[in-house]
């Protein structure tokens, strides 16, 4: 059994819900991406997802979009974030997912990436510009090396890409609540609990629904309709607006809040 799925077995068995919190690796620096890993875990976080800085980060608002410059800034790189979860691996276990987009790991090389990040102690990928249908190249070394493949479904994913997602995926799926680019809202959409309804009567995998939320109170009533919530903006934003002691007093109340919120 995978991390992912022996940490969601055991939040099943206490009836919990999944906090996931999102950062971008390398904002400001590798260091601080280290130290607020072991922070947010201690926090209340069950997941990690490591942002992996690109250069045209199509799917993701202002506030990724900048913290991907100040990381590819400091000269954040997929092999440096490899190493800060090895380092993390000592200490910790927590499931650690990076999400990004397809050019990197492309560029690494599908075998040499799955290998060194299942290595490193990586639990799964995401590449959001990356189609289930299209993911021969990565989903086949990842299963050989233990890594999961998560992919995003949306409002207006068909019923083909649903099946393609239940298919090929595997940790669990990662449902974005708006059509857009990340960002936070001020309010959860009124179909929200028709579309996952449509979505878990398929996927027998958790669900997870990000995007958009910035809230405790939108954590809870989206955590009530999906297996957890993804937070990743609200987050993120942290990291412009503070930096050193009082970024970390920030970022612990914040998660601390949404995790009490589930």
Do not use: W
Request: aromatic share 6%.
């Amino acid at each position: 059994m995978s991390r992912l799925a022996a940490h969601f077995t055991a939040l099943q068995a206490k009836q919990a819900k999944a906090l996931v919190t999102f950062i971008t690796a390398g904002d400001p620096d590798l260091p601080t991406t280290e130290e607020m890993i072991y922070l947010l875990e201690d926090a209340g976080a069950d997941i990690i997802e490591l942002g992996v800085p690109f250069s045209d980060p199509m799917a993701d608002g202002p506030t990724i979009q900048l913290s991907s410059e100040r990381a590819l800034a400091s000269g954040t790189t997929l092999h440096g974030i490899l190493e800060v979860v090895t380092r993390v691996r000592v200490r910790s276990r927590i499931p650690i997912i990076l999400m990004g987009y397809l050019n990197p790991v492309h560029a690494y090389g599908y075998d040499n990436f799955c290998r060194d990040a299942a290595k490193a102690g990586v639990d799964g990928v995401l590449l959001v510009d990356m189609p289930p249908e299209e993911s021969q190249d990565l989903t086949a070394p990842a299963r050989r090396y233990g890594l999961d493949v998560i992919f995003l479904l949306t409002p207006t994913s068909d019923a083909a890409r649903i099946a393609a997602v239940d298919r090929l995926g595997s940790g669990f799926i990662y449902y974005v609540t708006v059509t857009g680019v990340t960002g936070a809202r001020a309010s959860v959409s009124d179909t929200l609990a028709l579309e996952l309804s449509r979505v878990k009567k398929t996927i027998a995998l958790p669900v997870m629904a990000g995007f958009g939320i910035s809230t405790p109170a939108q954590a809870a009533e989206v955590s009530r309709l999906a297996d957890g919530v993804v937070v990743g903006s609200a987050i993120v934003k942290l990291f412009e607006q503070y930096s050193g002691v009082e970024l970390k007093q920030q970022l612990r109340r914040y998660v601390s809040e949404l995790k009490q919120a589930l």
